[in-house]
């Protein structure tokens, strides 16, 4: 028999908002383990960086694909039930990306890992959300630390293990083995059962025939929008960054690294404060400070042409964007008539195609414009956020929930 989530006693509640924190973490961690030895795969497979890149890609268009199908299906079966599933998917596939023996091999796992990477990062968050629900306090951006977090714990024990000879093939198996115990003894059995499904969120209903998609309401569309901007940013910012202060700054190879490094542990720390900066200022307040500080920051670094006040404004940068996808999250999950799983795929999707598409565009504009003005871009997607800020107002997401929307319909 599922279980109300509004019917949890505290200590039950507490239980699940521990076990989605975890969920945040091990994916993360996992995704860090990945990408700190994907050079060790590139040098054993003996492939080039164009090749390379394309097998990456084959990832993210795996996550793309699986995010609105995750969606359906946690709207539909559940998505304590999609987590496990795409949790265990994810935590399997990883061995298999050091044991390829070729990059047509590579790049299909990379597909599937993707694939179960996406799935498990709409279904988590449809979890966060519910988590939010039944402890009766923002918790979102506190998840979304997690993740940061667990993705820099496992680049460090990546990087620590690659510099002690240890194979990928032998961390890998260790990492997915240790991930899957912790997931089934600690994350997993405490997660949402979901409420009662709406039948007309869910099925059929007289006809029992399956239900189809159409067009999301414009004010989610405005959300993803939202999710796109500071998603592009985040995709830039960790494959330009570096470049741009070796090259535009001159700054040595280790200080440009920084660049980076600051943007991640600047985006953790306002991660961790963007709930209690929630609870004060409330979303729409906070997103305009964000995007202010975050377009403020990336000018600083345009402009100023020195290494230390760049590497400040890229800090500045990531404080921005911490609390920004957090509040879209929440915004989408908490659309009017609509199931948590198919908004939540929507704002994520879009999302994660402005994180794929980030860093090819500033390259293509660089060739054009120069880097400099190409990260210009960066500048004018945050300030961005400041005009799409109000639309994670409730009063407004409400007038325009009528729409006929991204919802399961007859």
């Given at each position: ?316 940068v990531g404080l921005g964007f911490a609390a920004v996808v957090p509040q879209a999250f929440r915004a989408a999950g908490q659309t009017p008539g609509m199931a948590v799983g198919p908004a939540l795929a929507t704002v994520t999707t879009m999302g994660y195609f402005g ?56």
């Amino acid at each position: 028999m599922q279980v109300n989530p509004g019917a949890l006693d505290r200590r039950s509640a507490k239980a699940a908002c521990l076990g989605v924190a975890l969920l945040f973490f091990a994916n993360g961690c996992l995704m860090g383990t990945w990408v700190s030895r994907v050079p060790a795969v590139q040098d054993r497979l003996g492939i080039g960086h164009g090749a390379l890149g394309l097998a990456l890609l084959s990832m993210a268009f795996g996550a793309l694909l699986a995010m609105p199908v995750a969606g359906q299906c946690a709207a539909r079966w559940g998505s304590d039930r999609i987590s496990r599933i795409a949790g265990l998917l994810y935590f399997a596939l990883l061995p298999l990306l050091a044991l390829s023996p070729g990059l047509g091999v590579l790049a299909a796992c990379l597909f599937c890992f993707g694939a179960a990477h996406g799935a498990l990062d709409v279904a988590m968050n449809a979890q966060a959300v519910e988590a939010e629900k039944v402890s009766e306090k923002p918790v979102m951006s506190r998840f979304h630390a997690l993740f940061s977090l667990g993705g820099l714990a496992g680049a460090m024990g990546g990087g620590w293990l690659a510099g002690a000879g240890v194979s990928p093939v032998l961390h890998f198996a260790a990492a997915a083995l240790l991930l899957s115990v912790a997931a089934f003894v600690l994350a997993f059995p405490p997660l949402l059962a979901p409420m009662v499904l709406d039948s007309s969120l869910s099925r059929i209903g007289q006809n029992g025939r399956p239900a189809r998609w159409v067009k999301p309401p414009g004010a989610l569309i405005a959300v993803g929008v939202l999710a796109f901007c500071v998603m592009l940013g985040e995709g830039a910012m960790a494959d330009w960054s570096a470049v741009y202060l070796r090259r535009e700054t001159g700054a040595g190879e280790g200080l440009a690294a920084a660049g980076y490094a600051a943007f991640s542990l600047t985006m953790a720390i306002g991660r961790l404060a963007g709930d209690a900066l929630s609870t004060r200022f409330g979303p729409v307040p906070l997103v305009r400070i964000s995007g202010l500080l975050a377009g403020c920051g990336m000018a600083t670094a345009l402009l100023s042409g020195q290494t230390l006040l760049s590497l400040i404004g890229f800090a500045a940068v990531g404080l921005g964007f911490a609390a920004v996808v957090p509040q879209a999250f929440r915004a989408a999950g908490q659309t009017p008539g609509m199931a948590v799983g198919p908004a939540l795929a929507t704002v994520t999707t879009m999302g994660y195609f402005g994180f794929l598409v980030g860093p090819a565009l500033i390259g293509f504009a660089a060739e054009a414009f120069g880097l400099r003005w190409a990260l210009g871009i960066l500048a004018g997607t945050s300030f961005a956020l400041i005009v799409l800020a109000p639309q994670l107002e409730p009063s407004r997401r409400r007038r325009a929930a009528p729409l006929r929307a991204c919802r399961f319909i007859r």
